[in-house]
């Protein structure tokens, strides 16, 4: 595993554990995924502003592609059957087209346990496409220009919470396929 994907899943590590610290009324209150997300994006941006990674945004359901073309100023990327698909991601950790080299770090997917399956498999979906390397789609000028479709996002993260069961699933993305995931236990964190 490179030093990178270790590094970002540190980033994440650390700012999910201090979400889930200082967050737990909004579990025991059971509150939507956009709240979810709005505090989870307060903590990565306080993780990420000590790092190496401290010039890059942090962004709640973000659609444009700032180094895209004039055509292409939504977020979009190559479905699985080559499908241009429009995205609009839960969160996201990018440069917001200020760096050519990593435009993009982590891309998070969150659900709940009771949503449909179908909307579940989308953003697995989403994650796999997103996490695609940027030699496995095209890159214009030699890498020097973003691609039409974004990708090559270091670390992708499925998050799914279970309230009834309390209880977070998450799995880790990269290079297009699932490479681990782990459930985290939420009484280790509710009061009680």
Partial sequence: MDKQIKELEKVFENANDLFLKK?????ETQV??????????????EVIKDTKYCKYFVDVEYNR????????LKKTIRGSEEQIVTIN???IVH??????FQENLIALE???STGRQKDKGRDRNRLECLTKSPSQDVWSYGGKVFPENVCGYGLGVYYEVNFR?????VEYYKNGYCYYQYTIELDNYLVK
């Fill in 95 to 100: 440069s917001r087209g200020q760096n050519t």
């Fill in 32 to 45: 939507s995924e956009r709240t979810l997300c709005g505090a989870l994006m307060i903590e990565l941006h």
């Fill in 65 to 72: 592609n700032v180094g895209g073309t004039l055509k292409t």
């Fill in 23 to 27: 967050n737990t009324m909004l579990f």
């Fill in 165 to 169: 069961k309390k209880s977070i699933l």
């Fill in 110 to 112: 969150m659900k709940k």
């Fill in 89 to 91: 991601c839960d969160l």
